[in-house]
Structure formats: structure tokens, C-alpha cells
């Protein structure tokens, strides 16, 4: 529309279209052997080297030898039109100035892949009435600069593909009568460009097509951005073919449909629907309405199941076919909802079907629903538009039905029951907005009918429920509790951690070393072995980190961070007798290092030390190492805890001296 290209392409069509082409004249001097009877022909019949027409026509010739035409070299027209010919070898064609090439009505079944290499002045190839099934790919790909009509009418071709993009001038490409039903694009070449601005007439009528596929956009035009006109510059004739007007058509017309070009005068645009019987003879892209584009899915209920592209639903009508249930599964395309009608069946309940989220508009009106899933309804909120319960057998409604808006949900003339569990639909009914009737009755015990409206808890004496009600939370709490008790005696020490780390409730006996006004510098001092770089990394990046970094946080003393200067030794010892817990990481090589040997013994001789010194078991060694001696006796009484207990830091944290949380 940025330009008159349109205008131009309008003619340029309607001049493709009435194009009578002939382009095999007759070049002299002339052979002509036409309407001879003859059954064979060698190169030593050709009189004179120079002819430039030869005409086989009209024989019986059924083989050619390979050098039938060695000795002719300026041959420009061949004719080879009813023969019986069913086989051609690749380099039959000798002669480099080819113009116009017939075979047509000959018993062909294939062609060599290098047949028409080189023949760039040939114009005009007519291999028509043949039985050929299909087309090799190289076929014509070779060069062939000057190819202008070619007609592959009346053979077995079954697929179609993008031959004619590959040539370089305008061309008429005569496919009709073939039995092709699929196009496919296996030529090495997936974009075509039509940079020589040719005209491509394809004609492809009176074929096998007859379900539309919208991967035959890229096979018919290669792959492009604009489909619109693409279909229009190289305009397939798609007319007399038995399409199928179902939802695979959807998409193309839509294209079409707001496509400018769909106004050139051009016929080959005006392909006509087959089926389905009530769209037979309508144009597809100009009488079809895009909601007729509609495909029937099958199901197993003898229902009809109709997906509507451009209504966005999947149509299923089962009116009176008999259920008792609703179906389990229903065939649905993608993003698609349902409109269900399922009026005049025998279905008792309304379930939680997997589709239930999908329902734009249901219709359960005249069957003999007595449950409704609270579950479902539910999941249709928000998505359904329409509810049909009308004639039916309800006397209860599950309270999750008043999500849904009382104007679009039908209950009228079930037999209600004015229960105690059914006050709340009172209110349901009176948010409704005012044109929409509310007269829609309940009975109650005695059988006297109210307006559902009027139905309030008082009227039915419903007071005892709120007693039922506390009884049953009193009930729950005392289950609770119970747990609780349970689980204290079972796990007394792993209870006190959780209600330390939930309540900040410290229920121990607090260790001597915390009663004591110590002058304590660190909360707890780090022994661990720093030659191994898994404990190194783990202690630093993970245990001080957490004990650290996290509220409430402690002051640790790692070694090889805090030391001072002076003597070692004395320097450990010192900080060791300055700190409130001595955590002793061990891991396999612990006791093989000096300094842990000399921090452990020192821990072990330290006063007060009832509470003060943790293990933690760093790995599944240390873990062994604790069963054996020297430390199972050293871990007698004190705690080890492993990073793989449950509860693992919350422990750690109770068992470290106690800190406000600020
Ligand atoms: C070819 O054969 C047909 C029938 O066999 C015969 O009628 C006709 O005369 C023959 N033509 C020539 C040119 O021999
Ligand atoms: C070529 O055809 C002639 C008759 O047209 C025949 O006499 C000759 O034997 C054939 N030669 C070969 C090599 O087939
Ligand atoms: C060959 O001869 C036949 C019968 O005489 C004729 O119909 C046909 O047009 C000729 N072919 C060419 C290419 O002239
Ligand atoms: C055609 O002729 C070639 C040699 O000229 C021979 O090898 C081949 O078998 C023949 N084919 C038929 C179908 O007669
Ligand atoms: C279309 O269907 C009719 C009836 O089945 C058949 O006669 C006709 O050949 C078909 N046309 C094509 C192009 O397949
Ligand atoms: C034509 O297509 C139909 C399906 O659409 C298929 O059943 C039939 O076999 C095809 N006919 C031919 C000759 O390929
Ligand atoms: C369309 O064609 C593609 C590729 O040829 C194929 O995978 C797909 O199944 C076809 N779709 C229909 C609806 O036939
Ligand atoms: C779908 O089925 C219905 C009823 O059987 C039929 O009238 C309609 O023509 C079918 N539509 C298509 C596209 O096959
Ligand atoms: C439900 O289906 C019946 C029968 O087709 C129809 O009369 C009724 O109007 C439908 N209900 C709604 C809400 O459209
Ligand atoms: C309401 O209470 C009645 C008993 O009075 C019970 O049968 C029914 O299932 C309840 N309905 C709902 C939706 O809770």
C-alpha cells in the first residue's frame, strides 16, 4: 500500500494469465520422421549434421540410445511427442542450443538428475501425458536461464515443489491434472527471492488438494515475511481442486482477508470450498465467513465436537445422547476454551473434570444433577460466562458456587432445600443486578416454600451451629497439644531447641561458665584443622558466616584470623581461656596436625569446661573417629553435633551462650 506496486501487479497478473505461448517454430533445415511407424532411430539416419529440427513424432520408438544424436549438433527443436518411450539416459541431449524440448505422451516414469544441464536457450518443456511421479531435485536447477513454459499436466505427481522458483524468468508452470495433495520443499533452498521480479504462474487445478496446510506457504513461496503477496506475485491456481473448508483454512484467510491484494482481478484467488456440503461452491477467501473455518474433532460420545479458530472455543453439543456423567476428557487445541451443551442427558453430578478450567459456557439444563463439586466451580471462575443447572435435581448448592455471578447462573426449578447451609445464598442472590430475576425458591423441612431471598438463620433457628462450631476448634486445639506432649517427651533436647529458637525460651540449666562474671572476650573459640581446604572453606564461608552474619550474632575467635603476635602457643592457650564455648571442628586429619592436638588437650584441662567444649562432626571420618578412641571418651557428655543433624544450626545456636536478639 506504500506505493503503486498493487496496480502494477494487477496487470502484470491479468497479462500472466492470457499468455498464449508458442514458442516451438520451426527451424531449418528440417528432419522430420513424423507418423512413420518406426520403432527405432540411430544416429546414422540423421542425413545432414546441420538440421535444427527434428520431429520423431507419432512413432513407436520405446528406447533412445545415448548417442542417437551425436552426430546432430545445432538441434534447436525436438520432438518426441507419442512415442512409447519409458526411460531417458542423462546425456542424451548433445546439442547446447536447445529453444524447445517435447516428450509429452510417452510412458516416462522418472527423469536423470542431469537431463536438462546447460540447456540455458531452452524456452519451452513439454513433458505433459507422461507418468511421471515425480521430479528430481536437480532437475531445474541448472541453469536454465532461459525456461519459460513448462507443462507437467496429466502425470502422477502426488507433492509439489517450489520448481519454478528456481528459474530465472517469468514462467507458466503447467501442473494441472497431477494427483498432488501436499506441497514439500526439498530443493537445498529454503529463501527464494524473487529479485528478477519474474511472474510465476503455477497452475495447479484439478489436482488432489483438498485440506489446506499452512506449511504450504513456505513450500509454495519459501520462506518469507510477507504471505499476502508472495500469494499474489507468484499466484498458484488452486481453482477445481475439492477443498475442505475447515479450521486449517482459518489462518490463511484471516492473511487474506485484510490483505489489499485480495482485490486483484485475478481468478486464481477464487478457489471454491468442496466440503463441508453446506459451504459447497463458496469461494473460500471471498463468501466464507471466518467463523464458518471450523473443524469437527472426534470424541467417543457421538457428540459433535467443533474447534472455532476464531471464535477461540471448541463447540461441543451432546444434547440428549444419553449420559450419566460428564465426559472425562475432550480434545482441546491449544489456549482454546469450551462451550458445552449438554441439555437433555441423565447426568447426576457435576464433577471436577480436567477441563473444568476451561469452560467458557456449560449447559447441564434438564438432567438429574443432585451433586455439585465444590472444586469445579472453583476452577470455572473466572472463565465461565454461563452456568445452566435449570431442571435438575438440587437441593443443596456447595457455598463455593457464589463466586460465580447469580445473573449468568441458572437454578431455577431444582427442588431446594431452605438448609441452614444454604443462608448465604440470600446474599448471592440479592447482589445480583435488578433485571435479572429473583425469584428463584427453596422448601424448607416442613415443606412450606420461601422465597431464597427471605431465608435468613433465624428464620430456620439455626443458632446451635456456632456451638457445633466451637466444640470442634476446641477439639482440634486439644489434639494439638497433645502432639506437643508427645513430642517433648520423645525428643526432649531436639523440643527445647525449637521452643529456643521459636520463643527465645532457654529451658537448660545454664553451664557454670556463663553464671561466672568472667572477663570472656569471644563467645567461641574455632579449633579446626586449617591444612585441610574443605574445612578451611567450610569454616569460613559457611560456620562464620552463619554464626556471624545472622542475628543474634556471636564474636568467634578463628585462629588464623585473629591471632596476634608472639608466641603461638601462648597466644592460643590465652584466647582459649578468654572464650565462653571451645568448638572443636573434627574432621579425618584433625589429630594429625600440632596445633589441634595442643588446642584440644588444652580445652580438655580447662576449668569449667561442663558445657564448654562442642564438637562438631565435620564429615562421615569424623563421624567413625568419635566411636574410637581417644574420642569417645573425650565426647562422653559433651555435645556433638553433625551439619547433617535436622535442626543442625538451631542446635549449634543453643547450645553457644545466650545473647539478646537486638
Ligand atoms: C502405420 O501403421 C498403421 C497400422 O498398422 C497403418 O495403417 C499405417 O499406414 C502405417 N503408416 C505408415 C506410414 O506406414
Ligand atoms: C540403424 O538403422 C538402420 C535402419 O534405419 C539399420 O539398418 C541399422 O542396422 C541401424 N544401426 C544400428 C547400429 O542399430
Ligand atoms: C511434428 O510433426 C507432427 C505431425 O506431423 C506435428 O503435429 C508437430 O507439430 C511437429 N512438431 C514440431 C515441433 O513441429
Ligand atoms: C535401450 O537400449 C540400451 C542400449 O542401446 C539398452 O542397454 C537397454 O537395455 C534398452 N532398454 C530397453 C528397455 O529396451
Ligand atoms: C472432486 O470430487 C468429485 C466427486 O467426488 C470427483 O468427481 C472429482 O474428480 C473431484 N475433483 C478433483 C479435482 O479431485
Ligand atoms: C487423493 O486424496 C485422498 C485424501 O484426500 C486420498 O484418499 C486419495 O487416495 C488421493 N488420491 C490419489 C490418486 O492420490
Ligand atoms: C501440515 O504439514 C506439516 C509438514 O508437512 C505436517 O507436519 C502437519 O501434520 C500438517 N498439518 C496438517 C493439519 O495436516
Ligand atoms: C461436522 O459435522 C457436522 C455434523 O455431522 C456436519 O454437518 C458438518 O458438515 C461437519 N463439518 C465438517 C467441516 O466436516
Ligand atoms: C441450554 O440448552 C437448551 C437446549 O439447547 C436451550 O434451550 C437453553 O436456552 C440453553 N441455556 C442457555 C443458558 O443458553
Ligand atoms: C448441607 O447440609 C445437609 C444436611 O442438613 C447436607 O446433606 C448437605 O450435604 C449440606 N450441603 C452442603 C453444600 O454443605
Redesign the pocket.
Known amino acids: 500500500m506504500r506505493n503503486p506496486l498493487p496496480f502494477l501487479i494487477v496487470l502484470l497478473v491479468e497479462l500472466s494469465i492470457h499468455r498464449v505461448v508458442s514458442l516451438c517454430a520451426i527451424y531449418l533445415p528440417q528432419f522430420d520422421v513424423s507418423i512413420q511407424n518406426r520403432t527405432s532411430i540411430n544416429k546414422s539416419d540423421f542425413p545432414d549434421a546441420n538440421v535444427r529440427t527434428v520431429n520423431l513424432s507419432h512413432n513407436l520408438i520405446s528406447n533412445l540410445s545415448s548417442d542417437t544424436f551425436s552426430s546432430v549438433t545445432f538441434v534447436q527443436s525436438l520432438d518426441l511427442s507419442h512415442n512409447w518411450i519409458t526411460e531417458l539416459s542423462g546425456d542424451l541431449l548433445t546439442f547446447s542450443h536447445l529453444v524447445c524440448l517435447k516428450i509429452s505422451n510417452n510412458k516416462l516414469e522418472q527423469l536423470p538428475e542431469t537431463f536438462l544441464q546447460n540447456q540455458v536457450f531452452l524456452e519451452q518443456l513439454d513433458l505433459s501425458h507422461n507418468n511421471l511421479g515425480s521430479i528430481p531435485h536437480k532437475l531445474f536447477d541448472g541453469n536454465l536461464f532461459g525456461l519459460r513454459v513448462v507443462d507437467l499436466s496429466w502425470n502422477n505427481m502426488v507433492t509439489y515443489q517450489p520448481w519454478p522458483l528456481l528459474l530465472w524468468r517469468s514462467v507458466y508452470f503447467d501442473l494441472s491434472y497431477n494427483k498432488i495433495s501436499t506441497t514439500a520443499n526439498n530443493l537445498g533452498r529454503k529463501k527464494f527471492t524473487n529479485s528478477h521480479g519474474s511472474d510465476i504462474t503455477v497452475n495447479l487445478q484439478?489436482?488432489?488438494f483438498s485440506q489446506w496446510n499452512d506449511s504450504f506457504y513456505e513450500d509454495l513461496f519459501g520462506e518469507d515475511e510477507s504471505i499476502a503477496e508472495k500469494f499474489i506475485f507468484l499466484i498458484p491456481d488452486l481453482r477445481?481442486?475439492?477443498w475442505t473448508c475447515d479450521c486449517n483454512f482459518y489462518n490463511i484467510a484471516t492473511v487474506l482477508h485484510n490483505s489489499f491484494y485480495l482485490y486483484a482481478k485475478t481468478d486464481n484467488l477464487k478457489f471454491k470450498c468442496?466440503n463441508p456440503p453446506h459451504l459447497r461452491d463458496k469461494r473460500v477467501l471471498y463468501d466464507v465467513a471466518l467463523n464458518e473455518f471450523a473443524c469437527n474433532l472426534t470424541s467417543d460420545q457421538n457428540c459433535l465436537v467443533q474447534d472455532n479458530p476464531y471464535m477461540n472455543l471448541v463447540y461441543v453439543d451432546c444434547r440428549s445422547r444419553g449420559l450419566t456423567t460428564m465426559p472425562r476428557s475432550l480434545p482441546l487445541p491449544n489456549g482454546r476454551k469450551l462451550s458445552l451443551n449438554f441439555y437433555g442427558n441423565s447426568i447426576r453430578s457435576l464433577d471436577n473434570v480436567e477441563y473444568a478450567d476451561k469452560i467458557e459456557s456449560l449447559n447441564l439444563s434438564r438432567n438429574a444433577v443432585q451433586f455439585i463439586d465444590g472444586n469445579a466451580v472453583k476452577r470455572m471462575n473466572n472463565v465461565i460466562k454461563e452456568l445452566d443447572l435449570r431442571q435438575n435435581s438440587l437441593k443443596y448448592l456447595p457455598k463455593e458456587i457464589n463466586v460465580l455471578p447469580f445473573e449468568t447462573t441458572h437454578v431455577e426449578d431444582n427442588p431446594l432445600s431452605c438448609d441452614c447451609n444454604m443462608t448465604w445464598m440470600a446474599d448471592w442472590v440479592n447482589l445480583a443486578p435488578g433485571y435479572r430475576d429473583k425469584s428463584v425458591q427453596c422448601t424448607d423441612a416442613n415443606g412450606d416454600g420461601h422465597l431464597v431471598t427471605e431465608v435468613t438463620e433465624r428464620l430456620l433457628n439455626c443458632t446451635n451451629d456456632i456451638l457445633i462450631a466451637v466444640s470442634v476448634s476446641l477439639g482440634v486445639l486439644l489434639v494439638i497439644i497433645i502432639i506437643i506432649v508427645i513430642t517433648a517427651k520423645r525428643c526432649p533436647y531436639e523440643t527445647k531447641v525449637i521452643l529456643f529458637k521459636i520463643f527465645r525460651i532457654h529451658p537448660r540449666d545454664k553451664y557454670v561458665v556463663d553464671s561466672n562474671d568472667h572477663d570472656m572476650d569471644n563467645d567461641a573459640y574455632i579449633s579446626y584443622d586449617a591444612s585441610d581446604i574443605h574445612v578451611q572453606q567450610w569454616t569460613r564461608e559457611v560456620l562464620v558466616k552463619k554464626l556471624e552474619g545472622k542475628k543474634p550474632s556471636f564474636k568467634l575467635f578463628v585462629p588464623e584470623r585473629n591471632l596476634g603476635s608472639g608466641s603461638e602457643a601462648e597466644l592460643r592457650a590465652e584466647a582459649m581461656e578468654k572464650s565462653k564455648r571451645i568448638i572443636i571442628l573434627l574432621s579425618a586429619h584433625y589429630s594429625k596436625t600440632q596445633w589441634c592436638q595442643f588446642e584440644c588437650n588444652v580445652a580438655e584441662a580447662m576449668s569449667e569446661n561442663q558445657g564448654r567444649v562442642l564438637y562438631i562432626l565435620y564429615d562421615n571420618m569424623a563421624v567413625e573417629l568419635s566411636k574410637q578412641e581417644p574420642w569417645k571418651s573425650r565426647m562422653n557428655e559433651r555435645r556433638a553435633l553433625s551439619p547433617d543433624d535436622k535442626l543442625f544450626w538451631s542446635k549449634l545456636r543453643y547450645e553457644l551462650p545466650l545473647k539478646s536478639k537486638a
Open positions: 484439478f489436482n488432489n477445481n481442486n475439492n468442496y
